[in-house]
């Protein structure tokens, strides 16, 4: 299944499009294609995400209508936008220093991650006019992500590492094409590993990262490296944050994580040996902590919030 991206403001319903896309190319009808043409097409979804850096802007309880997305383009203040039909979303990025639209606020992404992933029946949340489009909050909290980190995706992937030749949006993929040599580059994911470390029954292994400076303890995380597994990744972490050694290691689950690319890997291990040694590099402090008196951690909408609390378990 080809799957991509289309780009514009929103007047022209979707599927009108793709119909005149395909009596005008020679592409059978069988085939699906879906091009991404960005800030060029009026394309009209269901769904609008409006980014500015991290946050996530709502409308009242609800993401944003049609007409603030209208307003937005109007104004132009809108460092980006796309769309992608498959999905039945919009995805717009506000320049940084944009206020809100009126009658809108923003919150953090994370905390939309979790908001969302709490109401049951998505149409509380947003109106849709097609009943068979309607998705659970988990799904619409995937298409945030989605939505964030192709826009991160288009941002950072704008000149060919080939030749430095611009580049395009492809026509054909969810991706994008040099205008000169017709190198594609697709978007990546960064893996990274998230663990949370286990002493007998009653404590967990907390650290506190030297790029944070609001007191937060947290698991032990870092990247998959180059010709390392998963598993091997935890060990190495670990051992090197904090000098413990692990054993029995387990996944539990994963996150999206468009920070800007990430995709967290969530794993539960435990201690086999060693005296916690930090590397101070990285780590300001780590602790065994007792369940039942936590420092401070992660807020709600994070996979480590969700192993610390024992979502997991």
Not at 33 to 50: A, D, G, K, L, R
Not at 69 to 81: I, K, P, Y
Not at 103 to 126: S, T, Y
Not at 181 to 198: D, G, H, M, R
């Amino acid at each position: 299944m080809l799957r991509n991206t289309f780009g514009g403001a929103p007047i022209l319903h979707a599927w009108s499009y793709v119909k005149i896309f395909l009596s005008f190319s020679a592409v059978q009808p069988y085939t699906k294609i879906m091009p991404m043409i960005s800030n060029q097409m009026n394309v009209f979804c269901e769904i609008h995400f409006v980014f500015r850096e991290n946050s996530i802007i709502l409308q009242g309880d609800s993401l944003p209508d049609e007409r603030v997305v209208r307003r937005c383009l109007e104004l132009n203040v809108a460092e980006d936008w796309f769309a992608e039909l498959e999905y039945g979303y919009s995805a717009m990025l506000l320049e940084k220093d944009t206020p809100n639209p009126a009658g809108c606020h923003d919150i953090p992404l994370r905390e939309f991650f979790h908001k969302i992933r709490q109401i049951d029946r998505i149409d509380e949340f947003v109106s849709y006019t097609d009943e068979s489009q309607k998705i659970s909050g988990f799904e619409m909290a995937g298409l945030a992500a989605r939505a964030r980190g192709l826009l991160n995706f288009k941002s950072t992937k704008r000149f060919c590492s080939k030749c430095g030749a611009p580049l395009k949006d492809d026509l054909y993929f969810t991706a994008r094409t040099c205008s000169h040599c017709n190198k594609v580059y697709f978007p990546q994911l960064e893996p990274a590993i998230i663990t949370l470390v286990s002493r007998g029954e009653d404590e967990i292994l907390l650290a506190q990262h030297k790029k944070r400076n609001d007191g937060v303890y947290s698991c032990i995380a870092g990247f998959v490296e180059m010709g390392e597994t998963i598993e091997n990744a935890v060990h190495r972490e670990v051992l090197e944050e904090t000098g413990i050694k692990v054993k029995n290691i387990r996944y539990v689950g994963s996150q999206s994580w468009p920070f800007p690319d990430q995709l967290m890997l969530a794993f539960r291990a435990e201690y086999e040996s060693g005296e916690i040694e930090i590397q101070e590099s990285e780590i300001r402090d780590a602790q065994w902590f007792k369940k039942q008196m936590l420092p401070k951690i992660p807020n709600p909408g994070s996979i480590a919030h969700d192993l610390i609390k024992g979502v997991f378990d």
